[in-house]
């Protein structure tokens, strides 16, 4: 399967603990996204890498959250000290700038 | 406001009707526009961009109003399998995806 995909699938974790999320893009892509997307609503932005730099963080993303992208390939989230309001569904879109963006099958966190 | 506005619906119709679901966006420097589609707890899947001289993929006809500031889709012959909510995107000039709440379609045998 040569799409983007994100590990792990499911995540149930206690408040205060740290999670971290993984997502390996399509593999010529050089944009990587991340969006958040809870009950009812549409995707949220979270941010964006092109290549290994994060050019746009939203206002969503406060300190408790960090995204990387070390070698410009797979890129991986962590929320510190999780609260039971980060409980979503987190998704990873690759591109390669001329919008079309192909979303990975996400990875839904429960914080009990 | 929201910056990409689309009724929730839910559109109940049943199996072969015409259904046409709008949206609006706030933001007039938007670069391109969308719909995807997203299937109950599955990731959303490209449907179709939309363009303002309109464009058609099958049963499927997207129109963009720059003007307004308005996107339209029309489904034709609605299948059972059209069951889904329907998102309406706008993209930034960094490319980013600002979505809609989406709007949910339930077709009916």
């Known amino acids: 399967d040569t799409g983007v995909s994100q590990n792990p699938r499911h995540k149930i974790t206690k408040r205060g603990q740290n999670v971290t999320f993984r997502c390996d893009p399509i593999s010529e892509h050089n944009r990587l996204y991340w969006y958040r997307q809870t009950l009812g609503q549409g995707p949220e932005f979270l941010t964006y890498f092109q290549n290994e730099a994060q050019l746009e963080k939203s206002r969503l993303l406060s300190d408790r959250f960090s995204a990387e992208r070390p070698k410009g390939s797979f890129s991986t989230l962590e929320i510190q000290r999780t609260e039971q309001g980060d409980s979503a569904m987190y998704l990873c879109?690759?591109?390669?700038?001329?919008?079309?963006?192909?979303f990975g099958p996400g990875t839904r966190l429960t914080v009990l | 406001r929201k910056e990409v506005e689309q009724d929730p619906g839910p559109f109940n119709v049943p199996e072969g009707a015409t259904v046409a679901f709008n949206c609006t966006y706030s933001n007039s420097a938007s670069q391109s526009f969308f719909w995807y589609r997203q299937d109950c707890r599955k990731e959303p899947k490209l449907l179709m961009s939309?363009?303002?001289s309109g464009n058609e993929d099958g049963r499927f006809t997207a129109q963009l109003n720059r003007a307004s500031q308005y996107i339209s889709l029309l489904i034709r012959d609605s299948k059972l399998s059209d069951s889904a909510t329907y998102l309406c995107?706008?993209?930034?000039?960094?490319?980013?995806?600002?979505f809609g709440q989406g709007t949910t379609l339930q077709v009916k045998p």
């Open positions: 939309v363009y303002s």
């Open positions: 995107v706008v993209s930034s000039n960094t490319g980013k995806l600002i």
């Open positions: 879109a690759s591109g390669t700038g001329s919008d079309t963006q192909y």
